[in-house]
């Protein structure tokens, strides 16, 4: 993965007077930046030595200075696009929904297409999404594609059916439900093809930037051709090559594995689809949905899954899944299994396969995952958002299937490395807020350290690319740090029958924020990649 150098006069800067998370030095204060990586941290005293050689000083002023955050699973347009566009994720009714909906077409008189996301009719009194009708009415008639917030399913308007022939006859139409599957993947590609390059790009700038206010150092773009299309893929990593901001490590879904390398994909992976969404009643499951008469929708079987395992295994890149049912995760289990006989289990193993979101799993495939070096890519906010007892996840599978979704701390027991994301704009990017959520989960006995889940964020995303040299303030790191206002630094204890918290400097543990549920998260004021200032208010 190369590094991007927009400028090629890196300064020596030298922070002091702060909270460095090293573990290299559990109570260093200070830190030396040159070249793009980290030079040296430790102490006050220590820094007194450098501050005559350095090309800037900052005064950290108890601020904290930690890696950047790595988000793992990300659609960079369609984040944008949900940043500068219509988002109804905070719309409480569906008659809400429609006066948004409106208001937005009533603004944009211009635009070709109109495009929104995150419509949630499970919390909606009305329990129905808008029907077609009602949009065609809202628009005044204009194509109009409007994801639901899992974006494994979608409404839209006649205007946008009317621009794909036959889009009747595909998988996944019933007339007058949200459209799935092979008809959702048709529109999506109409709605996103009618975007201009100037919408595109500017999308993919406001989204980069907003990773940026928030720490985030480095995106895992997932793209693919049923999720964006080959000019948006490539468009953001030039993009990314070319102007300063979080760096972007681009996965390409496709079974084409040579399609995937020629794009500039480190892996053919990411949202290669094993099912769909729990949401949507896509995840392919074992045993049928609890309020609904089917398991789901398979896409990938065993073998397809053994094949592009090999192919992409003896191409040098990573292959990897979407795969949330239990059904899914078990074809995707059996299928690396299956590879790993024919090309040897430490082929498998040294290539680091991923698996995005996995979230129903038993201890048969936690057991698998960690056997053959599968790498769990996960969003903790999933639970957050539709985890307990009350929430989306029971009204699919029932209470008792519902309690064992993402169970973070049987994974790290077993030892499967752990990446944390957002999956954004399915849920927001907010990495505190995601450090928060695995730490505690709605289901007491998947709740992992604040220590662990932070370095799922961090460390855990570079490794899940293959790099272990990146995600921590250490000499010889590539220096990708994030500085912060932040409250009193503790530590938490791993086990709740001693003292959830501690701030016993004999522990020799770096700090971090305390981010019990109902205080606030910490604010970026920094972000800083290779050695480039990317975001700053430090000063401001």
């Not at 988000?71 to 960079?76: M, W």
């Not at 009533?106 to 635009?111: M, T, V, Y």
């Not at 999404?129 to 005044?140: C, F, I, S, V, Y």
């Not at 086990?495 to 549920?517: E, F, Y």
Request: charged share 20%.
């Amino acid at each position: 993965m190369s590094e991007t150098r927009i400028d090629s006069e890196h300064r020596t800067v030298l922070l002091r007077g702060g909270e460095v998370h090293s573990p290299a030095d559990p109570f260093a204060t200070a830190m030396v930046v040159e070249r793009g990586h980290v030079a040296w941290v430790g102490s006050e005293g220590a820094a007194d030595a450098f501050a005559s050689g350095v090309d800037e000083v900052v005064d950290l002023e108890g601020a904290l200075v930690t890696p950047a955050f790595v988000d793992a699973h990300v659609h960079t347009t369609a984040t944008g696009l949900a940043l500068t566009g219509l988002d109804l994720s905070s719309a409480t009714s569906l008659t809400e929904a429609a006066e948004l909906i409106r208001g937005y077409a009533a603004a944009r008189p211009a635009d070709r297409i109109l495009i929104g996301h995150g419509w949630d009719a499970a919390r909606w009194p009305e329990r129905r999404a808008p029907r077609r009708d009602e949009l065609d009415e809202l628009t005044g008639g204009r194509p109009l594609y409007l994801t639901r917030i899992d974006v494994h399913s979608a409404v839209v308007t006649t205007a946008l059916l009317d621009l794909v022939p036959g889009i009747r006859e595909l998988t996944g139409f019933r007339d007058g439900e949200p459209l799935t599957a092979d008809a959702h993947h048709a529109v999506r590609a109409a709605a996103y093809a009618a975007l201009s390059p100037q919408q595109r790009t500017e999308a993919q700038r406001a989204a980069r930037r907003h990773a940026a206010s928030l720490g985030i150092g480095t995106l895992h773009e997932c793209g693919g051709p049923e999720i964006s299309s080959e000019d948006d893929f490539t468009g953001l990593l030039d993009l990314a090559r070319e102007e300063a901001g979080p760096r972007v490590v681009g996965y390409w879904a496709d079974l084409d594995v040579e399609r995937a390398r020629a794009l500039g994909a480190v892996g053919a992976a990411g949202d290669l689809f094993a099912d769909g969404s729990l949401g949507s009643h896509t995840a392919c499951l074992h045993e049928a949905y609890a309020d609904a008469a089917h398991t789901g929708v398979s896409h990938l079987d065993a073998a397809t899954v053994a094949a592009h395992v090999v192919a992409a295994t003896e191409a040098g890149l990573q292959a990897g899944f979407h795969a949330i049912g239990d059904a899914a995760v078990t074809a995707v289990v059996d299928g690396v299994r299956a590879a790993s006989e024919k090309l040897g289990l430490a082929r498998i193993r040294a290539a680091r396969h991923r698996v995005e979101h996995a979230e129903m799993l038993t201890p048969e495939t936690i057991a698998a995952f960690a056997e053959l070096g599968l790498t769990a890519s996960v969003q903790p906010a999933f639970d957050a958002a539709w985890g307990g007892e009350d929430g989306m996840y029971t009204d699919r599978l029932g209470a008792e299937r519902a309690r064992t979704l993402n169970p973070y701390a049987a994974l790290l027991r077993a030892g499967v490395p752990l990446a944390f994301g957002s999956d954004s704009p399915v849920t927001p990017l907010d990495p505190w807020g995601t450090v928060r959520a695995a730490a505690f989960h709605r289901t007491p006995e998947h709740r992992i350290s604040v220590r662990a889940a932070f370095t799922a964020h961090t460390r855990g995303g570079w490794r899940a690319v293959g790099r272990d040299d990146a995600g921590t303030l250490v000499p010889g790191a590539p220096a990708d740090y994030a500085i912060w206002r932040a409250e009193e630094l503790v530590v938490q204890a791993p086990d709740d029958r001693v003292a959830r918290w501690s701030t016993d400097p004999r522990s020799g543990t770096p700090g971090l924020p305390d981010l019990t549920p109902g205080g606030d998260l910490p604010v970026c004021l920094r972000t800083v990649v290779f050695g480039q200032t990317v975001f700053d208010r430090l000063n401001g």
